[in-house]
């Protein structure tokens, strides 16, 4: 059935042009002054219909990457698995994707489909009505014209909007198939905008689950971050865990979770991802591999302690259980190795926040990873590790000077320094 509404139910804002990114205006303009049809579409309307400021303005157009290429010298087209065309502002880039058909309507080679159903390569350009069938939410196969200041809905988008519903387009449990991440996608849209899924989508989540097994792992890191970075981390946490998505994304953090009686490392994840959502609400930054500091905590530290038992230093006990801990997650979800020596380094550190000679904290103070480690330090003793006299007197330490400083500081055991040299040389 097709459903096309141009009129806007009474509590969904109208869209006002002083809301819509101007160089995508220009970008729809120059395209349709072409002969094509160009439609600004997905999250930034749904968000400007919700009176929201969108992320990002992506077009969806009738023309094919090679004609929006000959029509913006700043074009670049990428993606072999879905060809995109970037237009380039300086280091912004405004996303234009061709309408595309059902993925087995075109030539063999442009759209493939493995033997689980997924979709492997995605490159059959269609008409504007086949691409909202393709498309994964009600809410985010809205199509707007800011020419005409015109919406086209033909999935009833614009009543989940009003109804605050997430719903799969087409037969939920074939959608789900062709591409798994759209459960991930489903939470994460919930918890953003505070919105139910229906039930018939909601209700394959848990059975489905186990597809996300045959995600890309590069793309399920991805997919984390916009998860728990998306502002309503906690809340997608939330939901991840009811719908037990966990086991197959975070395995460590979901074990981890199970085997900690105190309740020590889920309040440690409580806290960490609410002050992850505060400070992206109010534009601070936040770091990939802090997040996985925290998600892989409890495990790391254990494993240290066992290696520990085995007659390693504790600084090498460290590092082995960094290494096999980080492995573990990495079968699931790729961690770019510029962001696990991140995570490597905060750990590490944790160990060395119990030196108290003013040489050593000094040096520590001006190590590059001392703000994220000492941060991770307080969330720790938040939660109710013994470890809040060290984070008091690291923040003393920071706020004093000159000689307050040199007081808070033992004096560093020459007898034992000698010593060591000693039996060093020896
Ligand atoms: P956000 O605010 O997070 O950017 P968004 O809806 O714009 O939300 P994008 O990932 O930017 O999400 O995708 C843009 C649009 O492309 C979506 O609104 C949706 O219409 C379509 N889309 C994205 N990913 C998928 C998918 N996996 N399956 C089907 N359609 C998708
Ligand atoms: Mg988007």
């Given at each position: ?5 141009m ?6 804002h109208?869209?006002?042009s002083d809301?819509i ?10 395209l349709?002054q072409?002969g ?10 749904r968000?400007?219909l ?14 094919h ?5 000959r029509?913006?010298?700043s ?14 502002f300086g ?8 309408f595309r058909?059902?993925?087995?309507s075109?030539?063999?080679g ?7 159903g ?5 490159n ?6 086949e ?6 939410f ?5 199509f ?5 200041n015109e ?23 074939s959608?789900f ?46 997919e ?13 946490f939330?939901l991840?865990?009811?719908y037990?998505i966990?086991p ?12 900690d ?14 002050n992850?959502?505060?400070?992206v609400?109010?534009?601070?930054s ?17 494993l240290a ?6 007659d390693?230093p ?10 096999e801990?980080?492995n573990?997650q ?7 190795r ?7 380094e ?21 190590n ?8 991770f ?10 470890v809040?006299?060290?984070?008091a007197?690291w923040?003393a330490?920071?706020?004093?000077e000159?000689?307050?400083?040199v ?5 560093p ?14």
């Amino acid at each position: 059935m097709i459903e096309q509404t141009m009129e806007l139910p009474a509590s969904l804002h109208p869209i006002s042009s002083d809301k819509i990114c101007k160089r995508s205006f220009e970008v729809v303009q120059r395209l349709q002054q072409a002969g094509h049809q160009a439609y600004l579409v997905g999250g930034c309307v749904r968000d400007l219909l919700l009176g929201q400021t969108p992320k990002d303005f992506d077009i969806a157009t009738s023309a094919h990457p090679e004609q929006v290429r000959r029509l913006f010298s700043s074009c670049r087209l990428i993606g072999r698995r879905f060809r995109l065309a970037h237009i380039y502002f300086g280091r912004d880039y405004i996303e234009v994707a061709t309408f595309r058909a059902p993925h087995d309507s075109g030539a063999e080679g442009q759209g493939q489909v493995n033997d689980d159903g997924r979709i492997t390569h995605d490159n059959v350009y269609g008409t504007l009505e086949e691409d909202v069938w393709r498309r994964d939410f009600t809410i985010n196969a809205l199509f707007y014209d800011p020419i005409q200041n015109e919406i086209l809905d033909y999935v009833g988008g614009l009543r989940d909007l009003e109804e605050r519903r997430i719903r799969l387009i087409g037969d939920p449990e074939s959608r789900f198939r062709e591409d798994p991440v759209r459960m991930l996608r489903a939470v994460r849209f919930a918890a953003k905008l505070d919105f139910s899924i229906s039930p018939e989508t909601r209700d394959l989540i848990l059975p489905m689950a186990p597809l996300l097994d045959g995600v890309a792992s590069a793309r399920l890191f991805d997919e984390i971050l916009k998860m728990l970075h998306s502002g309503a981390g906690r809340r997608t946490f939330e939901l991840l865990r009811e719908y037990d998505i966990l086991p197959f994304l975070l395995p460590v953090t979901d074990d981890s979770l199970y085997e900690d009686s105190t309740g020590i490392f889920a309040r440690l994840l409580e806290i960490s991802l609410n002050n992850t959502d505060r400070r992206v609400r109010s534009g601070l930054s936040v770091m990939p591999p802090f997040l996985y500091a925290v998600l892989l905590w409890h495990k790391v530290s254990t494993l240290a302690l066992q290696i520990q038992e085995d007659d390693y230093p504790e600084m090498q006990a460290m590092q082995i259980a960094a290494s096999e801990v980080l492995n573990e997650q990495v079968d699931f979800t790729a961690i770019p190795r510029r962001f696990s020596n991140i995570t490597r380094e905060i750990w590490g550190l944790q160990l060395r926040f119990r030196v108290r000679d003013l040489r050593r904290a000094s040096a520590l103070l001006h190590n590059n990873r001392f703000r994220a480690a000492y941060d991770f330090l307080c969330l720790r003793a938040q939660a109710g590790e013994p470890v809040a006299d060290d984070c008091a007197w690291w923040t003393a330490f920071q706020e004093a000077e000159g000689e307050a400083r040199v007081a808070l500081c033992e004096k560093p055991d020459r007898s034992r320094t000698r010593n060591n040299r000693r039996r060093r040389r020896s």
